[in-house]
């Protein structure tokens, strides 16, 4: 008899039943596109994220190289700058004391040129 009642119990809620059941089906079925909508969104933007950092890793190393070429050169420059300032202080200018030796200097000047008479210029 109990197994009678429970039969008729079902017939009369079948509906009912099935229609739990599918929704259950129909929510586990939804949930699981919602989150698949979800992973590939975030996947989207990883990828789209590591883009920019390749790119930006990129132009890190340009700039690194620049860097690099503007060190060498500011050594270069340094350098250079170095050398001529060693080559300052090795030229020693002849400092003559001797005045008549100065005179000499301007005489043996002036009969190469040979003087100009005082009324030509």
Same mark, same amino acid.
């Given at each position: 008899?109990? %197994?009678?009642? =429970?039969?008729?119990?079902?017939?009369? @809620?079948?509906?009912?039943?099935? #229609?739990?059941?599918?929704?259950?089906?129909? *929510?586990?079925? !939804?949930?699981?596109? @919602?989150?698949?909508?979800?992973?590939?969104?975030?996947?989207?933007?990883?990828?789209?994220?590591? %883009?920019?950092?390749?790119? !930006?890793?990129? /132009?890190?190393?340009?700039?690194? $190289?620049?860097?690099?070429? #503007? %060190?060498?050169? #500011?050594?270069?420059?340094?350098?250079?700058?170095? $050398?001529? &300032?060693? &080559?300052?202080?090795?030229?020693?200018? +002849? *400092?003559?004391?001797? +005045?008549?030796? !100065? /005179? =000499? $200097?301007?005489?043996? /000047?002036? &009969?190469?040129?040979?003087?100009?008479?005082?009324? =030509?210029?």
């Amino acid at each position: 008899m109990e %197994k009678q009642n =429970q039969m008729q119990t079902i017939k009369k @809620y079948w509906i009912w039943i099935v #229609a739990f059941i599918g929704t259950i089906v129909g *929510v586990l079925f !939804l949930s699981k596109k @919602y989150n698949q909508k979800q992973i590939d969104k975030t996947d989207k933007q990883i990828d789209d994220n590591n %883009k920019k950092i390749s790119n !930006l890793d990129g /132009k890190i190393d340009a700039i690194e $190289d620049q860097k690099q070429d #503007a %060190k060498q050169a #500011a050594e270069q420059i340094q350098d250079q700058i170095d $050398d001529l &300032k060693d &080559k300052r202080d090795d030229i020693n200018p +002849t *400092v003559v004391e001797d +005045t008549a030796q !100065l /005179k =000499q $200097d301007i005489i043996a /000047k002036t &009969k190469r040129r040979g003087r100009k008479p005082k009324g =030509q210029s």
